[in-house]
C-alpha cells in the first residue's frame, strides 16, 4: 500500500512530500486511517541525526491518532471504526520479563521504536507524519470518546511520559511535586500531577508562562532565574520532574527536594550530566530517569484522561508548516504542541 507522507531526506534537511509503502495488513495488525501527528522534539533530534546514525528518509511521528480501516484475522481487540493512537513503539519480544510485566519499553531485546527502527521482519519502521500505518494489535491504543482527538495526538508520548513517573512515584494527595520547565511534557505534567490531586508547582526560567501554568492547574510558579528561588524552595518538594532537555544544574534541584524525594529526568540532554554525590547523601534523596510507559499504562493513562476530560493544549497546523512548526519548536514559540491535520498531506 502507498501512503503520502512527509519526509526527511537527510540529516538536517527539511523535511518534504513523498510517497512510502506499507505492510500489506498481516493476521494481528491494524490499518489505521492516521487522522493527527504530533510533533515532538524527539521527531526534530531523529531528523537532525542527534542521536546517531539511521536509516534516511525518515517520517518522523509518534503522536499518532486516528481510525481503524481494517482489521487482520486474528484481531479481536479492535474494529473497523474505532478511534485509536499508536505511541513511541510499534512491537517488543513480547517474551523477555520486562514484556511479561508490561514494561515493553525497557524490552531488553530492545523495543521496535514507531519510526527510524527495524521492525521484527527486518523493514525500517516509518512513523505517523503519514496517511495511513500498519501496527501490531498489540501496540494500538483506543482513545476514549472523552478526549477531543487532535488534542489525544500529544497524549501518546507527551501525556505517557509524564503520567508514568508520576504514577511510579506516587503523585497525589499530600504530595508536593514540582515541574522543571513548561513546553510540550511540562505542561501535561501539571495537567496530570494536578488532576491525580498533588500540590503542583511550576519551575521555569523565566515568569513569562505563570498565567499559562496557573491555568493548567499548578498551585504556585517560580522562576529558577532568580537565585532566590533555590534558597527560598529548599527541601520543599517529594517529587521533582525535569522535562527539559538541556543542561541543569544538577545539584541546585536535588537540593529541593525533602528527606526521600526524587529528582526524575524524562527530558533528554544531549550531553552528560554530573552532581555531587552528598547532594543525595544528606537528605536519602533519589535522581532517576524514566523513559514513556508500557502500553498497559499507555490505556490507564488515556483513560484518566477522558475521565477528567483534558488533552493537550495544541496547535492545530497543515503539513506545509512542518518546517516551521520544527523552527518554531526549538525557539520554545508553541503554546503546548503542534500537531499535524494528515488530511493535509494528500
Not at 523477555?96 to 523493514?123: H, I, K, S, W
Not at 512513523?127 to 494489535?137: E, F, I, K, L, R
Not at 519551575?203 to 508562562?209: A, D, M, R, T
Request: proline fraction near 4%; charge should be negative; hydrophobic fraction near 40%.
Amino acid at each position: 500500500m502507498r501512503v503520502h507522507a512527509y519526509a526527511a531526506p537527510a540529516a538536517a534537511a527539511p523535511l518534504a512530500p513523498t510517497v512510502i509503502e506499507r505492510r500489506a495488513v498481516g493476521a494481528n495488525d491494524v490499518l489505521i486511517e492516521i487522522k493527527y501527528a504530533g510533533i515532538c522534539h524527539s521527531d526534530i533530534h531523529t531528523v537532525n541525526g542527534d542521536w546517531g546514525l539511521q536509516p534516511y528518509p525518515v517520517v518522523p511521528g509518534h503522536e499518532i491518532v486516528g481510525i481503524v480501516a481494517e482489521v487482520g484475522a486474528d484481531v479481536t481487540r479492535h474494529r473497523v471504526g474505532d478511534r485509536v493512537g499508536v505511541g513511541c513503539m510499534v512491537n517488543s519480544c513480547g517474551r523477555c520479563v520486562n514484556c511479561r510485566n508490561g514494561d515493553e519499553q525497557y524490552c531488553l531485546e530492545g523495543m521496535v521504536p514507531t519510526y527510524a527502527g527495524t521492525d521484527r521482519d527486518g523493514t525500517v519502521t516509518q512513523g505517523g507524519y503519514s496517511t495511513h500505518v500498519v501496527v501490531d494489535a498489540d501496540f494500538v491504543l483506543s482513545v476514549p470518546e472523552g478526549i477531543d482527538l487532535a488534542a489525544a495526538a500529544p497524549l501518546l508520548c507527551a501525556g505517557i511520559t509524564t503520567y508514568s513517573p508520576l504514577r511510579h512515584w506516587g503523585a497525589g494527595p499530600g504530595k508536593k511535586v514540582a515541574v522543571v520547565g513548561l513546553g510540550g511534557l511540562g505542561h501535561m505534567a501539571v495537567k496530570i500531577a494536578h488532576a491525580m490531586g498533588a500540590e503542583v508547582t511550576v519551575l521555569s526560567q523565566s515568569l513569562k508562562k505563570q498565567e499559562d501554568g496557573l491555568r493548567l492547574g499548578a498551585d504556585h510558579y517560580h522562576a529558577t532565574g532568580d537565585p532566590d528561588t533555590f534558597e527560598r524552595l529548599a527541601g520543599r518538594f517529594d517529587l521533582i520532574v525535569n522535562t527539559v532537555s538541556a543542561r541543569i544544574d544538577v545539584d541546585a534541584y536535588l537540593g529541593l527536594l525533602a528527606v526521600d524525594g526524587t529528582l526524575v529526568n524524562v527530558g533528554a540532554p544531549g550531553e552528560p550530566l554530573s552532581l555531587n554525590v552528598f547532594s543525595l547523601i544528606g537528605a536519602r534523596r533519589s535522581y532517576a530517569g524514566s523513559m514513556i510507559g508500557g502500553i498497559a499504562e499507555t490505556q490507564e493513562m488515556l483513560d484518566f484522561c477522558a475521565e477528567h476530560r483534558f488533552g493537550a493544549d495544541i496547535e492545530l497546523i497543515s503539513a506545509d508548516q512542518i518546517n516551521e512548526a520544527y523552527q518554531r519548536v526549538l525557539a520554545s514559540d508553541v503554546r503546548y504542541r503542534f500537531v499535524i491535520d494528515t488530511a493535509t498531506l494528500g
